[in-house]
């Protein structure tokens, strides 16, 4: 059966398990010429998206090596665990929305639990607590949202190239949004992007809107913390083929192979290579031959969200709520009880600041951090000399090495970027969360490997 985009995507909503995901690989890779000569793959990254190309690309029998430049896999997935008190908190991907089939399918072939996780976020706003049954809806705002995503449905793809020149901010503007609405707009879904929506594409802002606004999607994480995701992986590649701390820092092809060179001096050849790094560090790689110009401008006009995550555990932590999901003004954006040992009475809190607040972040040692936390959360109860701070990890995502963002961000006028992120380049193969058509999850990891596979 010869594989277009249709019956593709209709296929992929099928899903049957282990045996689909194979059967879909080998569908989409019947194409290729000489497929018992081309056995071997190395996939750069050990993101989800380099691991799930990784299991795929095994599934089908190729021999695999995922090359990864940081001490630990996972890339954006990073659970921490303190031993002591057996609390865990996530500092990236944490949550799987219900429309994120693709993911739910994968967690049940692999075996991995989720639980349903409900969410009702309360506010805090001008130094008010604004609980959840009273947050309620700006009437007007609502009938804009409603209309502009019921819009967007119905948009040729000309008016979507149109819309793409609009910042997503200005769009509700003129929309007639008011100044106090967009500001809690802002709030909300700079969450989502790591930046203010004067930076997002109104294309790409809508277009994600239309899938979650006014709809009652459930919100699932996974049992015992999102890497449970990973271990499954490493569990089917082996572990003896993820090879950690070790930067790719060349890649070279010709007609029969790829090799890519690390660090450390080694060399690694390969039939075909699947390269899940994201733009923000694409063009630190030496390319023989070189990148096209187009791929290279396209990896410089990803902009990366910028957020700082932070776990906070406490003790005699009777003051935390653990339905707590507060949406705050304040430079902690969002505040919410992640895990609570009742046995031990030690409460975490996970602490979110994105864009500029974020980056206030960056320049602050453990005791500015702890400054920082206790001047904001003397606002729900929170006492220092009854409940002590006794463990605290933050990571500046901007700043990590070798992945230098939280999520891509499409700005306006970058309608056809992602042609060019897309495009595989000889016999490499490009996916990772910034590839895909929606970008910024780890279903979109999910779906740009499935594209990239497609391409083989
Ligand atoms: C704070 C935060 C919260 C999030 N929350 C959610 C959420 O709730 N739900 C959700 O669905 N998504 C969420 N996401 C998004 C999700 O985490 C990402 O979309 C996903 O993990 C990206 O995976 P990836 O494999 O594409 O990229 P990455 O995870 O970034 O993997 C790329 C890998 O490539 C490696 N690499 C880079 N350069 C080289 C090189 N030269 N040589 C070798 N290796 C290299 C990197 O070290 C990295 O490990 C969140 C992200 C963040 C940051």
């Not at 449905?153 to 509700?172: I, R």
């Not at 006014?214 to 015992?224: E, L, M, R, T």
């Not at 039939?271 to 791929?295: G, H, Y």
Request: hydrophobic residues 35%; proline residues 2%.
């Amino acid at each position: 059966m010869k594989i277009n985009r249709k019956n593709f995507i209709r296929s992929s909503a099928a899903f049957l398990g282990t045996l689909y995901l194979n059967q879909l690989f080998a569908e989409s890779t019947q194409k290729i010429p000489n497929s018992s000569k081309r056995k071997s793959a190395l996939v750069i990254g050990s993101g989800l998206s380099g691991l799930y190309a990784a299991h795929l690309l095994q599934n089908s029998g190729y021999k695999v090596k995922v090359i990864e430049a940081r001490n630990r896999i996972g890339g954006r997935i990073y659970t921490f665990q303190d031993k002591r008190s057996s609390t865990m908190g996530e500092l990236g991907a944490e949550f799987i929305y219900g429309y994120q089939e693709h993911l739910l399918k994968l967690c049940e072939v692999l075996g991995v639990k989720i639980y349903e996780h409900s969410i009702e976020t309360s506010m805090f706003l001008n130094g008010k607590y604004i609980p959840f049954n009273e947050v309620g809806e700006n009437p007007r705002t609502h009938k804009i949202l409603v209309k502009v995503t019921e819009m967007y449905t119905k948009m040729s793809d000309e008016q979507k190239e149109g819309l793409d020149k609009l910042s997503a901010a200005n769009y509700l503007s003129y929309q007639g949004v008011d100044k106090k609405e967009l500001f809690l707009l802002e709030l909300k879904y700079s969450l989502y992007y790591g930046e203010s929506l004067r930076h997002v594409s109104a294309n790409d802002f809508i277009q994600a809107l239309a899938k979650i606004y006014n709809k009652k999607n459930k919100i699932f994480k996974i049992n015992g913390g999102t890497d449970s995701l990973l271990k499954a992986f490493v569990t089917h590649i082996g572990k003896q083929n993820i090879k950690v701390n070790n930067p790719v820092v060349s890649i070279t092809q010709n007609k029969d192979k790829v090799s890519v060179k690390t660090k450390k001096g080694k060399e690694y050849k390969a039939d075909i290579c699947i390269c899940t790094v994201p733009s923000s560090v694409m063009n630190q790689i030496q390319w023989s031959p070189d990148l096209t110009k187009e791929k290279k401008i396209a990896n410089l006009q990803v902009k990366y969200g910028r957020i700082t995550k932070i776990f906070s555990q406490f003790n005699n932590a009777d003051w935390i709520n653990k339905n707590w999901h507060i949406l705050t003004d304040r430079l902690l954006q969002y505040v919410y009880a992640t895990d609570i040992n009742t046995s031990l009475n030690t409460g975490v809190l996970t602490l979110v600041s994105t864009g500029d607040k974020s980056d206030l972040f960056t320049s602050l040692d453990e005791w500015g951090l702890r400054t920082v936390l206790y001047s904001n959360l003397r606002n729900f109860n929170y006492n220092p000399t009854t409940s002590k701070l006794e463990q605290i990890q933050w990571v500046n995502w901007q700043h990590e090495p070798f992945i230098k963002g939280s999520y891509s961000i499409f700005s306006p006028g970058m309608y056809y970027v992602k042609e060019h992120l897309q495009k595989p380049f000889g016999r490499v193969f490009f996916a990772g969360e910034h590839i895909a058509k929606e970008s910024g999850s780890m279903e979109s990891c999910l779906l740009s490997v499935l594209n990239a596979v497609k391409q083989i």
